[in-house]
Nanobody
């Protein structure tokens, strides 16, 4: 059974840092593209970052590039999202998701940004950036 569980959210001041974890089970992490998304209150879900199974390439949205860093521990089955220089506009519920097929190259094509409910999703973790 495929499962993704996010953790690490919390309240942080502007300029602060947090690291989110996406702990996976039921599949071999290294064979799938895994991405982070977020949804702020009253807004559409936004793509944040994608970790490609093909060569371990990383892709980031413009809004987080240079501040957020993806990493992955295939042995532990965990994907990390390190977030630095956080801004109030980063406040959202953060979700990790997995693509359907192995080595799909969705990150490379760029269509990961429109992953829908058919993918596998975690339950989310709340990040609040406020003074």
């Amino acid at each position: 059974q495929v499962q993704l569980v996010e953790s690490g959210g919390g309240l942080v001041q502007p300029g602060g840092s947090l690291t989110l974890s996406c702990t996976t089970s039921g599949f071999i992490l290294g064979e799938y593209d895994v991405a982070w998304f977020r949804r702020a209150p009253g807004k559409e879900r936004e793509a944040v970052a994608c970790y490609s199974a093909t060569g371990g390439r990383l892709y980031y949205s413009d809004s987080v590039k240079g501040r957020f860093t993806l990493s992955r521990d295939n042995y532990k089955g965990t994907v990390y999202l390190q977030m630095k220089r956080l801004k109030p506009e980063d406040t959202a519920t953060y979700f990790c998701a997995r693509d359907l097929g192995r080595w799909s190259q969705s990150c490379e094509r760029g269509d990961w940004t429109s992953w829908g409910d058919s993918r596998y999703w975690g339950q989310g973790t709340q990040v609040s950036v406020s003074s």
